[in-house]
């Protein structure tokens, strides 16, 4: 198995497998599904993923198994079929759609004689090419070793290349004092490198998160709105419609890694923050959710999350329960949440659509790539970002301009009038925002 390694600050790309990448290599996909699931995997997820890695999928293996295989995962026999599958295919790359052990992996790559690579290995490649700042590459590094760690075996990649052999300092380097004894194996260099590098990755993102949760507290009396959803429902192209935020779109899995926020006015008066999060899929790897923390943060510190739906996708419903379950993982899931069924325009099954309306009878239909709906969605966010409207008699200093700027902003003046140095302003104004009015020092009289 692979190491792609941040050591010295680059990826490093070792061993006898080559690399995990899968790009413009010939690939075969197997799923094992247990007897007691209800159907075959079409393996279409896998698909895409792998073409996103750049993969060519030249076959595809999905099987039945009664129980999973210590040895092979899908038992010899199995293995052994895949094995002429390769031969007939001429394939580069065995893909498996589950998360395999290193044992796994090694006596199958013995069986099949080709690379083999599992689900999380795929998604963690994906990530290393998409990532671009150096916040992304941080945490996809992070995320790829803390997944090698625990796998480092006789199958993983000797480390002692990395910084050169003789006396270094640096994190990678290998030969120097203590690393010298003849009764050292080459499996404790490897874990002592990784494990040293992990220390100083996590070191650099507690930094870079200290640094976005201060840029998020900067937005208080703002009201936050994150866009999640599973991967490709079209989170970039609506943040880009709601607020010509100009944000890379593309037909892929994981086209964008990192957070856009734009300022949104959905209507006049109205001024929120929506920021873009990165995709999730179902089996997210939890390396992955555990090092993008800071990334997350925007999702964790929201208001109010619009959940993206693709409507257009058979598989729509377990998405929803995917992304559902990636939230609960990172503290969301309770949080106030507001589902957009998407691309609309495309929908081929009306009936599993109208299906979704009635699971989430809340929902707003919209297709982002044309704006339609996008007027019934604004709507949709203003309810939520008033949270009920109250109407409130505000008493305040005439010169607290604070507290006059805050309710033209996020109220509707009704009369307003000045007596002794005091601000009398009849507002209608949502709940959410009693307690920003308070801080400000206003005297509330709520009238209905």
């Not at 106030?336 to 009936?351: A, H």
């Not at 002794?420 to 959410?432: T, Y």
Request: hydrophobic letters at 40%; charged letters at 25%; one cysteine or more.
């Amino acid at each position: 198995m692979v190491l792609d390694v941040l050591l010295t600050g680059e990826f490093y790309l070792a061993n006898q497998r080559d690399t995990l990448t899968v790009r413009k290599e010939r690939a075969i996909l197997v799923a094992a599904i247990l007897h007691r699931q209800n159907d075959y995997d079409n393996l279409a997820e896998l698909t895409a993923l792998a073409e996103t890695a750049g993969a060519v999928v030249v076959d595809r293996f999905p099987q039945k198994v009664r129980k999973i295989n210590p040895a092979t995962y899908i038992g010899k026999g199995k293995a052994e079929q895949l094995a002429e599958r390769v031969k007939r295919s001429n394939a580069d790359v065995v893909i498996f759609d589950n998360n395999l052990s290193p044992g796994q992996i090694r006596k199958l790559e013995e069986i099949i004689q080709v690379k083999v690579i599992d689900r999380s290995e795929l998604i963690l490649d994906i990530f290393a090419t998409r990532a671009q700042t150096k916040q992304a590459k941080l945490q996809v590094a992070l995320a790829q070793l803390e997944y090698t760690y625990p796998r480092l075996t006789k199958m993983w990649s000797h480390l002692d290349t990395v910084a050169g052999a003789g006396g270094g300092t640096t994190a990678g380097a290998v030969g120097g004092i203590g690393t010298r004894g003849t009764g050292e194996q080459q499996l404790e260099i490897d874990r002592r490198l990784v494990s040293r590098r992990i220390t100083e990755l996590k070191r650099e993102l507690v930094e870079i998160d200290k640094r976005k949760i201060r840029e998020i507290e900067g937005r208080k009396g703002l009201f936050k709105i994150c866009i999640v959803g599973y991967t490709n429902s079209g989170k970039s192209t609506l943040l880009n419609a709601l607020t010509d935020a100009d944000v890379l779109v593309e037909d892929k899995l994981f086209a964008t890694l990192d957070t856009r926020t734009r300022k949104w006015t959905p209507v006049k008066g109205v001024e929120v923050l929506l920021s873009d999060t990165v995709g999730f899929v179902k089996n997210l790897p939890h390396q992955l959710v555990a090092s993008f923390k800071a990334t997350l943060e925007e999702t964790i510190y929201a208001d109010l999350l619009l959940h993206i739906i693709d409507a257009a996708n058979p598989e729509a419903m377990k998405q929803i329960e995917a992304v559902n379950g990636v939230l609960a993982e990172i503290g969301c899931g309770d949080k106030p949440t507001l589902e957009v069924l998407n691309k609309i325009d495309i929908v081929r099954n009306v009936g599993e659509l109208d299906m979704m309306q009635t699971l989430l009878p809340k929902a707003v239909c919209i297709s982002a790539k044309l704006g339609m709906g996008l007027d019934k969605l604004s709507e949709a966010v203003v309810a939520q970002y008033r949270g009920g409207e109250t109407l409130l008699r505000v008493t305040g200093s005439q010169s607290n301009g604070r507290l006059q700027s805050f309710l033209r902003a996020h109220g509707t003046i009704i009369k307003e009038q000045y007596l002794d140095g005091s601000a009398i302003m009849d507002v209608r104004l949502g709940q959410n925002h009693l307690a920003a009015l308070k801080s400000l020092g206003a005297e509330i009289i709520i009238n209905s």
